[in-house]
């Protein structure tokens, strides 16, 4: 089906976006960091953060070579942080295993820590010129639109055959450009015209050729039965603070919400919460703080923050205590972060 591949070509080269930092370039680790960035995340949101990380990690050499609390801290407030995790062991393979080169075919970057199959479509399509589609939640939308797919996503094995039919819109002797271009496209086409609820099908390049507008049920696609739950969680947060302003954050186990990331130690009830910490000298009378609500994609977070002033404590186990604000450069989850600037000593 040429014919899509060709108007998507034309339009994105027309009325695509261009501006974005990670564009007009060929370097893979400029379009594969833009890339992990942007997995679940809006552009506005990693526009903030592109140009910041790239001007201290240049290279992936220089990610490589840096200590991963460091990237961690870069990362604070873009969520979903086993994504920074990956990106950092990614960039050691590659200077280790490939000589500090990305591979230049889709199939060997998926060996990569953090790099799916979609990511490394749009790696491999962007810098390489490989003729491979990507597949994220946006082009599933477009794609599934375009062709009345009427498989249930929720199956890998409809995922797996709305991939192949998306492989069979791309022209086996495409060109360099036109592959940037397309997939591009494709990213933009999910982004401002061909949208979850509001789809804006009167400007969609792809209108004459796509099966959904053609029925008058574009939002009936894609189909997907399984949808996600969300739950409610309150957590305790031991707050312990020495006569000196200092609070006591520790790293998050390797597992879960804010895995390595410092936060205060979180306590499974309010009756643990109710209990002084062990070990301290000079305990006052507990602070019990406003709740503060925070939204994941999958949960409802309610943190509950229990301030402990004590003259002295030792606590157990790693950790280090925070006084300053310039002690947030250290990788902490953005609401704790946000809590915390109010309440520290901001002279440093």
């Not at 591949?5 to 370097?27: E, I, K, N, S, Y």
């Not at 490589?64 to 990614?90: K, M, N, P």
């Not at 791309?170 to 496209?185: F, R």
């Amino acid at each position: 089906m040429s014919l899509f591949f060709d108007a998507l070509v034309r339009w994105q080269r027309q009325h695509g976006r261009h501006g974005l930092p990670w564009q007009g370039t060929r370097d893979p680790y400029l379009v594969w960091l833009s890339e992990i960035m942007l997995q679940q995340t809006q552009v506005s949101t990693v526009l903030a953060y592109f140009d910041r990380f790239v001007a201290r990690f240049p290279d992936v050499q220089a990610l490589a070579a840096a200590d991963v609390e460091e990237v961690l801290a870069l990362w604070s407030g873009l969520g979903y942080y086993s994504r920074a995790r990956h990106l950092h062991r990614c960039a050691r393979q590659v200077v280790e295993r490939h000589e500090g080169r990305f591979p230049s075919r889709a199939e060997v970057l998926q060996t990569l820590p953090g790099i799916g199959p979609s990511t490394a479509a749009a790696i491999a399509a962007f810098c390489f010129g490989e003729r491979v589609s990507i597949l994220d939640g946006n082009v599933q939308r477009v794609l599934t639109r375009l062709q009345a797919f009427e498989g249930d996503l929720a199956q890998v094995g409809q995922v797996r055959a709305l991939w192949q039919l998306a492989q069979g819109l791309v022209p086996p002797h495409a060109a360099h450009d036109d592959m940037a271009a397309y997939t591009q496209g494709l990213m933009d086409l999910g982004a401002m015209v061909c949208k979850r609820s509001r789809p804006a099908c009167e400007i969609c390049p792809a209108q004459a050729l796509c099966e959904a507008r053609a029925r008058q049920q574009p939002t009936t696609f894609p189909v997907k039965t399984r949808r996600l739950r969300r739950r409610t969680e309150q957590w305790w947060l031991q707050v312990v603070r020495r006569a000196d302003g200092a609070v006591w954050l520790e790293p998050r186990p390797d597992r879960g919400i804010w895995s390595g990331l410092y936060a205060f130690p979180v306590l499974a009830s309010a009756e643990a919460a109710a209990q002084p910490p062990q070990g301290a000298e000079g305990i006052g009378e507990p602070i019990w703080h406003e709740p503060v609500h925070h939204s994941l994609t999958h949960r409802e977070l309610i943190l509950q923050p229990v301030e402990w002033p004590v003259l002295q404590h030792q606590p157990s186990g790693l950790g280090r205590w925070v006084r300053h604000v310039d002690d947030l450069a250290l990788g902490l989850p953005a609401p704790l972060r946000v809590w915390l600037r109010g309440r520290l000593d901001s002279e440093g």
